[in-house]
């Protein structure tokens, strides 16, 4: 296993291979006491001025309270608690926004706060992050001398170590003067090893704390050696130096390193310290968790044996050539345990450490990224291939972006359309309610769909079915998309259909009325023969007349859009049943207390028809007709009668295989209107055999929770 050199890597230099500007402050006073060079640009102003401010002083002054309430110890914040951006000032006064991820830490009784920013715009990843170690501290001169006779207990000092102990020159109290003067739990340490010193002529090299003037306690270092006489070590001389400086130099060194250890630990990127040769001396449990591996189990490997995105040759002639303090930026692919990869961004930091060259590493699982951004990508192509006109705007209405099935329906290619608004398309045929109404439901956030006539660039009109749906962001609305089918040609075969069943229903009802007229005239003055010819004539009219009735009931169901809407079930086979002249059927209607289900408006006249159906057609003195609803998932409406049964003939009609001729001899135009009106409700239309005789007609629809 490689040694870590961890210890000796100093914190800012770890803090500064960071990407993303840091700043660490002190948990109570919220203080900073550290930032990297990525915050010094982000805030414009060094590290030195950025010490000392209080972490909330990075925010404008105007939100900083509500900056104060939605940032914790813990957890990463994108938005303020009303939903506006989180925003940092910088010392020009320009804001920039930012999401912000912070992380509380402690270390010997001392919490810390790890604040790290995210630019919300695109960041410049090139920043140059690289910083030359820090230099070390210099020793504090300053050294006074003493002597001690242990034969005589004289113990003697120049006015330099008079003054570090905090006393005058002893005369003839020895040992005393200079154990008054030891911290109480250093001065059994101190005579020990003045005793080992004295007894076995050992070296003293020792530091211990001594209590001065005003009781302030400061830290001395003394060396020392014995001099001998006749064999015996009788007297010690030394010198004593103020070490105080250096041990706090030492100490905020070690909270350093230790605040660097919960970065290093708790990042939440990779973190690999690696030889130029790939050798790995070091990683946090962040590499191990993303590769799956224990981390003694990657400090016994090299960088290639999971880097596969690049081969090794050139990983170690790229590390070889980037010179002490440069910062390269790559794309690898790193491989699991498992086996598995995963696309990762690494940034390259290259550090002296102990006297050897060293490379930092910063990575990044990138896979969830590269998945949104193939997933934009293929978004955009289905827009740009959509046959549908599509178009988005800002809350105000400005026209964002078009797609090119715009351009080809409107007219109006983009560069004309972008920066315009919709009203460029407005035909003057629709009133300023339609339009009123519109904006209110969509800035409200609802979805808006409904039928509108534009005007092309031509000048020509079009009719359109629009869908228009908000974009929210927390909750707030921040542009719209607009997609519009055009129905132009629908509309006019509509139209030519509804004129068409016109004329036809008007000469078929006026021609037929004239043969009812003379068959009942043949009816009163012919023979039994002729009376009989006549009955026919009069029953094949009629059927006639009933047909084209039906006809036009399908023609309207299919020129009209299919809404739907929440339908009391119960009600709907209530007002039908109702409707039956035949008093003769013995009808039974079993129902739950509420039946709510998703139709169109036409389903009661489709219930309507299943009854008159089975009513007209029933062969017995007494015929039944049970009529059951039950609710669960859906809601179902079966109709079941004792009668002849459904004709085969008139199920065909309902066969979309079925060809014009095959149906041309169907009489069962009643059975179609019911199944498009079930069809056009989203439900589904049924038929089997009833046990002994008779049909049932089953109708499934989607449930719905309660009426309008």
């Known amino acids: 296993m490689n040694e870590t050199p961890l210890g000796s890597l100093p914190a800012a230099t770890v803090l500064d291979a960071i990407p993303e500007p840091t700043v660490i402050a002190e948990a109570d006073s919220r203080r900073i006491t550290g930032a990297n060079d990525a915050a010094e640009r982000l805030l414009g102003c060094s590290r030195d001025e950025l010490c000392g401010r209080e972490l909330l002083d990075l925010h404008p002054e105007r939100t900083r309270t509500a900056h104060g309430e939605a940032l914790t110890d813990d957890g990463r914040v994108e938005r303020l608690v009303d939903g506006s951006p989180l925003e940092v000032e910088r010392s020009d006064g320009e804001r920039r926004r930012v999401v912000v991820a912070t992380q509380r830490t402690e270390h010997d009784d001392q919490a810390y706060v790890v604040r790290r920013f995210e630019e919300s715009l695109d960041r410049d990843r090139d920043r140059d992050r690289s910083r030359e170690v820090i230099e070390a501290a210099l020793e504090i001169g300053g050294i006074g001398v003493w002597e001690y006779d242990s034969s005589t207990d004289d113990f003697w000092w120049d006015d330099r170590a008079a003054e570090l102990f905090g006393c005058r020159r002893p005369t003839a109290d020895g040992l005393t003067t200079v154990f008054e003067s030891v911290h109480p739990a250093d001065r059994r340490t101190l005579r020990n090893e003045l005793g080992q010193t004295i007894d076995c002529g050992v070296s003293i090299d020792l530091e211990f ?135 990762a961004e690494v940034w390259l930091n290259k550090l002296e450490i102990d006297g050897d060259e060293r490379i930092l590493a910063v990575s990044r699982d990138v896979s969830e990224r590269e998945a949104r951004e193939r997933e934009l990508a293929r978004f955009r192509q289905a827009i740009e291939a ?52 519109q904006w209110s439901a969509i800035l409200a956030g609802e979805l808006w769909e409904e039928e509108i006539v534009n005007r092309r660039k031509s000048g020509d009109i079009y009719h359109a079915h629009q869908t228009i749906a908000p974009i929210t962001d927390d909750g707030d609305v921040q542009e719209f998309v607009a997609i519009q089918t055009d129905v132009t040609e ?102 739950p207390g509420e039946a709510i289900a998703t139709a169109t408006d036409r389903l009661e006249e489709a219930i309507e028809e299943l009854v008159d159906n089975a009513s007209r057609h029933a062969d017995r003195s007494t015929p039944t007709l049970e009529i059951d609803i039950t609710v669960d998932e859906t809601v179902t409406v079966r109709i079941a009668d004792d009668g002849p049964g459904i004709p085969e003939m008139e199920r065909q009609i309902l066969d979309e295989t079925q060809t014009e001729s095959d149906l041309s001899h169907g009489s069962g135009l009643g059975l179609w209107f019911v199944y498009w009106v079930v069809r056009r409700s989203g439900g589904r239309l049924s038929f089997e055999e009833n046990d002994p005789r008779g049909s049932v007609v089953t109708i499934e629809l989607e449930r719905a929770r309660s009426v309008e």
């Open 386 to 437: 959509a046959g549908h006109a599509i178009f988005l705007t800002d809350v105000d209405g400005t026209i964002t972006y078009v797609n090119p099935a715009f351009e080809e329906i409107t007219g109006y290619a983009a560069e004309e359309a972008i920066g315009e608004r919709p009203s460029i398309l407005n035909s003057g045929q629709m009133d300023t309610r339609y339009f009123q109404e």
């Open 490 to 591: 629908r509309k006019e075969q509509e139209r030519q259909l509804n004129t068409l069943d016109r004329v036809l229903r008007h000469n078929l009802r006026n021609e037929l009325n004239v043969i009812n007229g003379h068959a009942e005239v043949i009816q009163a003055m012919g023979t039994q023969t002729h009376v009989t010819h006549a009955e026919r004539i009069v029953e094949s009219a009629t059927s006639l007349l009933e047909t084209a009735e039906k006809g036009r009931k399908i023609t309207s169901l299919l020129s009209e859009p299919a809404r739907r809407k929440p339908v009391d079930v119960g009600v709907a086979v209530e007002r039908a049943v109702s409707s039956v002249h035949d008093t003769e059927v013995d009808i039974r209607v079993s129902t």
């Open 209 to 343: 704390r001594i209590v001065a003037k005003a009781a302030e306690t400061r830290w001395v270092r003394i060396q020392a050696d014995p001099r001998h006489e006749a064999g015996d070590p009788r007297c010690v001389y030394g010198t004593v130096r103020d070490v105080t400086a250096q041990k706090e130099r030492e100490r905020e060194l070690e909270r350093n390193r230790e605040r660097l250890q919960v970065l290093f630990d708790q990042s939440p990127n990779v973190i690999i310290v690696h030889g130029l040769d790939g050798t790995i001396y070091d990683v946090n449990e962040k590499h191990a968790k993303n590769l799956g591996y224990t981390r003694e189990e990657l400090l016994s490997m090299e960088v290639p044996d999971f880097e596969v995105g690049v081969d090794a040759e050139t990983l170690r002639r790229r590390w070889a050539e980037m010179s002490i303090g440069d910062r390269h930026e790559l794309v690898g692919v790193h491989r699991r345990k498992d086996g598995s990869t995963f696309p």
